[in-house]
């Protein structure tokens, strides 16, 4: 079974393209370093340096004997695209330079994945629009032309829903509306620009979903935290890219970073923003389980990816807490919020789905982000206090 | 009163430039002549040759006084766009080469607007949805950076809503569900992926409108008919584009054609399928009565622009009774529908918002379709038949 990563350099496409090679998959991945460019020209740095890509399947094959082949280039250029589908492609790195043949999967993380880097100011918000939408839309058409056999599985985002007044359902709802009744995507309306472009993704797709009977499985998740997965075996070569920043950093990530050098947590307002959590983990295991038990013919499949919902300032007490016993003075900093969002609001979401096709749930606890804490530590001089806060605004 | 037409050369840009400047705006029109180019590329003709932009300014002028002035030029440059608000502009043809100052409405039509001609291969896909995405988030970057204030009149497309199973409201939906209740956009599922990316705009816009209380009227546009508008005043010269192959052309507009030809009226299946229409003098009487009751400061208003439903079949019968009357022995073929649509359906849309500001709605009659019989007849000689139908599938 081929599975093809696109955006297999980022913090979630590289341990997804280990967690598959370890069990025997054929692996493909694709990237233009977007990510890793995008933080240079903003200037973030990372926790600590991580190979290239080229260098990490090397790294990978000496250890496993496992080929992860690697393929750099910009995939809103549609005929890469379709290369990876007609065998036309041409391998960046690879053991074997032969085409291992169509993908049975395709897993899509190949998009601009910041909220406040899609703001910073309309060059970077036509960059998210550009690249988000273009290689979604020449994903749906090399698989129609080529291979609408494959199933995908997207990276969508809880964000799409916002915070809505009504419970969240997992992607669809049913309204009655005047005596008669239809069934539709849930609401969507995101609160960043980023977000926004997932929504429109959601929307490109469930059009050639349905006009062309195409197999794709929605994974709408929640903020990731995390550092190690199995299968780096603590060989920090194979960590996954990990910012601190406020542009590219996840909040729990961030808080641990901060903790670590004495900077204050940045809670935004009063900090009663509700978002729903999970681990680095359990997103390659909710991924896996995806790939197994994929989405049917003509079948638009969404599932809520998270495990646990905090508020901003729990996890900010959260953090205080375990940094507390492991020696930390931190302290909690209510800013002025950056964004517009409502910092009170009621947030139910379902996310059963997942769990119904034999996903187990990993928590958030004190020993696991004791854990990260450790790790984040050994980096402690790397960490630059200017980048953690640049207050991009919307 | 500055009024700024982005996508000034196409079949309503044109019209609406002349339909300001007669009542006195100052107008400026943009337009990369991409509804031409694409016209060009896929070999299909249009009725009649229609002058440049340049050239219909010109004509324009010598004949009214009044100044249009022209920007030649790609919107998905955030550059040129940006340029036409803080006045760094330069005009492909003007009077008076004079920055006219930041526009109090834009009006946005800047859209590769053909449903086949999305669908024809991954390239017109990937160009339709570049284009008209890109267009749209450069207007709100800089609404947003340079002119927050602006009326934004954008058309939209009540292609958007697809054929739900229950009523269409104009815009917005109150849902109900498990004792909750909060307001969404109406659900919008559409038939192409033109149509989509008119979804994929109005989340985009109504994410700007929200964030930054931007001012936009959306008007759910069904397909329009008609040639001569009030202003072109029997002068050929300043006539809209017309097409009538079935890529660029809207339906009446090509039975009109086909029955003048003696070409058998082209109905998809069995014809079932119910859409709103308007004439084209009312696409001009619903934007100027929008330009003249503004959307307010973070409004985000929709109103659903049709005048009358119709069947395919029942226009099909319509231009067949008509043309029969003025001597047209006028076939109608049932061809295999090329599209994956319902062929009947329940279609209920509510339509009162722009007759509420005003609107006075025109109805399409015998009189007015034997009208435009009259003009397609003078230019028989320009229609090719090897253009009528070339059964784009999806």
Chains 1, 2 share one sequence.
């Not at 996840?250 to 940045?266: D, E, K, M, S």
């Not at 609001?345 to 450790?374: K, S």
Request: aromatic share 12%; charged share 20%; hydrophobic share 35%.
């Amino acid at each position: 079974m081929h599975v093809l990563i696109l955006g297999g350099d980022g913090y979630l496409g590289w341990p997804t393209a280990m967690y598959f090679s370890k069990r025997g998959y054929d692996v493909t991945v694709v990237d233009n370093y977007l990510r890793r460019n995008n933080c240079t020209a903003i200037d973030v740095g990372m926790l600590y340096p991580v190979p290239t890509l080229q260098a990490r399947a090397k790294l990978w094959y000496e250890k496993t004997g496992r080929e992860i082949k690697v393929v750099i280039g910009d995939l809103t250029d549609a005929e890469l695209m379709r290369s990876l589908f007609d065998g036309r492609v041409t391998y960046s790195w690879a053991v074997n330079d032969e085409f291992t043949g169509v993908p049975e999967t395709v897993i899509h993380y190949a998009e601009q994945p910041s909220a406040p880097f899609s703001l910073i100011d309309y060059k970077t918000a036509n960059l998210t629009v550009s690249n988000n939408l273009l290689v979604t839309n020449n994903l749906m058409f090399a698989l129609k032309d080529l291979s609408p056999d494959t199933h995908v599985v997207h990276i969508g985002t809880m964000g799409e829903y916002g915070t809505p007044n009504i419970d969240i359902e997992e992607g669809w709802i049913d309204i009655e509306h005047k005596g008669r009744q239809d069934r539709f995507l849930f609401p969507r309306q995101a609160g960043s620009l980023y977000h926004t472009t997932k929504v429109m993704d959601t929307d490109l797709i469930w059009f050639c979903v349905r006009m062309w009977g195409l197999r794709v499985t929605n994974l709408m998740q929640g903020p990731v935290y995390g550092l190690e997965t199995h299968e780096t075996e603590g060989d920090e070569r194979l960590y996954p890219i990990f910012n601190y920043d406020e542009v590219f950093g996840t909040i729990v990530n961030r808080f641990i970073t901060q903790a670590v050098v004495g900077y204050p947590l940045t809670v935004y307002g009063r900090g009663g923003q509700t978002r729903g959590y999970l681990n680095i983990n359990d997103t390659l295991q909710c991924v896996g389980k995806s790939v197994e038990t994929p989405a049917k013919a003509g079948e638009f499949r969404i599932f809520n990816q998270i495990m646990e919902t905090f508020t901003a300032l729990e996890l900010a007490e959260f953090t205080q807490r375990v940094g507390a016993n492991l020696g930390y003075d931190v302290q909690i900093d209510h800013l002025d919020n950056p964004r517009k969002e409502a910092e009170e609001h009621y947030y139910n979401p379902t996310y059963q789905g997942l769990i119904d096709i034999g996903v187990e749930p990993h928590y958030l606890t004190d020993e696991v982000m004791a854990g990260m804490f450790r790790v984040v530590e050994r980096y402690r001089g790397n960490i630059r206090k200017d980048v953690i806060f640049r207050g991009v605004k919307w």
